[in-house]
């Protein structure tokens, strides 16, 4: 295991140095690389997210045209929400944290199948290239929903957009499969299904999801192409078809595809509590199956986006029921989290204070949630700006929350280099303190009556919506500062020790960064306490080479 000291020896180098040509990176099946690949190509979609939602929201500083045209406006919302959601909140956390810690987690030496792993990754920017090229040749004004029939009679270029969604689905089964496949056959000796970590069992359970309900995604986007370019009449009520049968497809991947982003983020902050509260996980088994609780719920619950599509009374109800029971198994994981808090011995770095900022979000945005299920108030809401800040606090809010964690938690071992802990807690509070101002007045704006995707709005609500952009102004500062302090680290950071935090996950047994085969010697064995963190002092795991 790790040199003392976390030095390394020349016959062990680093993933980082074995090989250092362009093509070594490009065509490595070494899941470290590929999830440091999927980081940077994360990041870089992040950029491009983040400047069309600066776009929508200096827009919406004045009531009338302020910096663009109409159909510029609906093109830059469009584009924000598939680029967000598609190319960084789906693949974020599974694509650069899931690849690379996984196999660390499980005492692998990789995962089952590598080239599989690489071809995710190109698969990914294959639609991504073909989205972008089609943003760059008319772009798209559905909204990221593409509901249809406007999306089948837009004159804007739905077609090529679509296929990149399509392609990019492809790149989602890959890696849930891989992940399901390495997690059952790839554990080191004593690693038993409850002694894995639970950011194992989050990855598990997102797999599950990704693997069945992602190609029913595919299917729809096919056939919105097929009803424009073709003429169908799947869709088009004109020719026979039912616009709302759109919607059951399409919400039937998009609601479980929530938790597709969402339970990696619950699994990266069962990681951070424990080790920050240095404690084991309160409720081990609660935790792990209440991530196999929402994803299998998950499916079942996503008529409560068709509260306003003409359902039965008795279908309103029944969806509503199955959506609060998402939110059980949400509040055993916020208990749990709590009680490992409680009476720890809270080291409160950076990472932790993201955790702070997630449980916030995952609570409020959860009960805004749970208010959404229920019809009566989800029907005056419904498409108004209450939905989309509801939808980024508790989805954009908490995923971008445990991707900022993760990245500063395991980016000593990534890199083996450390960052200012200062800058991490100053940027940590200013995007968590944007976060707030950005949306908190966009639940006063939908609460009374602004609709969204709205190019124009009446002068009352102006206020709320120069807070919204000077929130959004101080959360890009955030995220500014992350970027140079963390490429200046890269550079001239601190070596970093092979556990820096102390703490007790098994990715931890190994050098920072980790070799190429991520361990010396023989595949480790661990012993049988305790159940979920590794005891270093019992781990019977061979000495350095």
């Not at 240095?278 to 609660?286: D, E, L, S």
């Not at 990472?351 to 916030?360: D, E, I, K, T, V």
């Not at 010697?521 to 306490?529: A, F, L, N, R, S």
Request: charged share 10%.
């Amino acid at each position: 295991m790790p040199a003392p000291g976390g030095e390394h020896h020349d016959h062990h180098p680093s993933y980082l140095v074995d090989g250092t040509t362009v093509k070594s990176w490009l065509l490595t099946l070494d899941h470290k690389r590929i999830g440091v690949m999927y980081l940077i190509w994360v990041l870089l979609f992040f950029l491009v997210g983040g400047i069309y939602a600066m776009v929508v929201r200096l827009e919406l500083l004045t009531p009338g045209p302020t910096i663009v045209d109409a159909m510029t406006y609906n093109r830059a919302f469009t584009m924000h929400g598939v680029v967000m959601i598609f190319l960084f909140m789906i693949p974020a956390i599974p694509g650069a944290f899931g690849n690379f810690m996984l196999p660390l987690m499980l005492g692998a030496k990789d995962v089952a199948f590598p080239r599989l792993n690489l071809l995710s990754l190109y698969l990914l920017l294959s639609g991504a290239a073909i989205a972008i090229w089609g943003m760059l040749n008319g772009g798209m004004d559905t909204g990221w929903t593409f509901y249809t029939p406007y999306s089948t009679h837009t004159t804007t270029t739905v077609a090529p957009i679509l296929f990149g969604a399509f392609i990019i689905g492809f790149s989602s089964i890959a890696t849930g499969l891989n992940f399901i496949v390495t997690t059952h056959t790839m554990r080191a000796p004593g690693i038993t299904w409850f002694r894995m970590p639970l950011f194992v069992w989050a990855m598990y359970a997102t797999a599950c999801i990704q693997v069945l309900a992602t190609p029913v995604l595919g299917l729809v986007l096919l056939l919105v192409v097929g009803e424009q370019l073709f003429q169908f009449g799947i869709f088009d009520p004109a020719r026979g078809g039912d616009p709302v049968l759109f919607q059951h497809l399409f919400w039937f991947y998009s609601h479980p595809a929530v938790y597709i982003m969402v339970l990696p983020a619950f699994g990266v902050m069962s990681e951070i509590v424990a080790a920050y509260s240095r404690k084991n996980i309160f409720g081990y088994r609660a935790v792990a199956f209440s991530s196999l609780g929402i994803a299998f719920v998950g499916f079942f619950a996503w008529g409560h986006h068709m509260f306003v599509s003409g359902q039965s009374t008795f279908n309103a109800g029944v969806f509503a029921v199955l959506t609060m029971l998402v939110g059980v198994f949400t509040a055993i994981k916020v208990f749990n989290w709590v009680g490992t808090v409680y009476k720890g011995a809270v080291d409160f770095k950076t990472p932790f204070a993201y955790f702070c900022g997630f449980l916030y979000f995952t609570v409020f945005g959860g009960m805004t949630g749970v208010a959404f299920a229920t019809a009566s108030l989800d029907v005056p809401w419904h498409d108004t700006y209450f939905v989309v800040a509801h939808f980024h606090f508790i989805m954009v809010g908490a995923t971008i929350m445990a991707f900022m964690a993760a990245l500063h938690y395991w980016f000593p071992k990534m890199f083996g280099k450390t960052y200012h802990e200062g800058w991490g807690l100053v940027s940590a509070a200013l995007i968590i303190l944007g976060f707030n101002a950005t949306f908190i007045p966009q639940f006063l704006l939908g609460n009374a009556g602004m609709p969204r995707r709205y190019y124009e709005y009446p002068e009352r609500f102006q206020t709320l919506n120069v807070a919204s952009t000077t929130g959004a102004s101080l959360l890009a500062l955030g995220f500014l500062i992350t970027a140079i302090y963390l490429t200046y680290s890269l550079v001239y950071g601190e070596k970093a020790s092979a556990n820096p935090w102390n703490s007790r996950g098994y990715e931890w047994l190994t050098e920072s960064p980790p070799p190429t085969h991520n361990f010396i010697g023989p595949q480790p064995v661990y012993t049988e306490e305790p159940h979920f963190y590794v005891d270093r002092e019992k781990a019977e795991v061979p000495d350095a080479v």
